[in-house]
């Protein structure tokens, strides 16, 4: 995935290389929680686009605003998602 800016006005600020990695690290952060939050991805695969655990994808969530659960999905797709919590937890606790 690539991020492109196009106004001049961003790319015209000369920054250092961390800083705009820094940048560029929450813009992807943003995007994918905002795809998360409409419903277009899930929490796994957020994590798997952010390179992160599952986890910590739901910490994001709280600090973005975005609810855990979303009140729209069926009580099967609730108790998967129960179900793979209780799976990973599990997989945790083993090692």
Known sequence: MALVIS???LE???????IREKALHKAKEG????????????????????????????????????????DSQSLEELQQEVEQAELMLNQQIIK
Not at 40 to 56: H, Q, Y
Request: proline share 2%.
């Open 31 to 70: 995007y994918v929680m905002a795809l998360l939050e409409v419903g277009e991805i899930r929490s796994g695969r957020a994590a798997k686009i952010l390179g992160v655990s599952r986890l910590e994808v739901i910490e994001m969530m709280s600090k973005w605003g975005i609810p855990l659960f979303d």
């Open 7 to 9: 106004d001049e006005d």
């Open 12 to 18: 015209s600020i000369q920054l250092s290389a961390e």
